[in-house]
């Protein structure tokens, strides 16, 4: 997930705690919400092979009898946030290695 994409699902997480803080939205409560699998990939910025993955590892979704994935919406937004810190945090230290290694060669 790149920065942009990390920038913008930390102004919906916010605009959310807004929302929630102000006595919610006029939608049901966001805890009972559940997204289908093209719903949760937009939501998130993800393919739908990333949301499903998710599911599978964080125990973010279930499958319907028909074999179709649900997400809670809540949770799926949780899980994109700490996986997206996550690769940042991977990208700060391989650009830290490199930067490292230039130094070292010089």
């Known amino acids: 997930m790149t920065a942009d994409e990390l920038r913008t699902l930390a102004r919906q997480l916010l605009t959310l705690a807004d929302q929630l803080e102000a006595g919610g939205p006029a939608a049901p409560a966001t805890e009972d919400i559940w997204l289908s699998t093209p719903e949760a990939a937009s939501l998130v910025g993800a393919s739908r092979s990333t949301v499903i993955r998710w599911a ?32 940042a945090n991977n990208a700060n230290d391989a650009n830290d290695a490199a930067i490292h290694n230039v130094a070292e060669r010089a």
């Open 56 to 87: 599978r590892r964080f125990k973010c979704g279930q499958q319907t009898y028909t074999g179709q994935w649900r997400f809670h919406r809540t949770r799926l937004l949780e899980i994109a946030l700490n996986e997206a810190q996550r690769d």
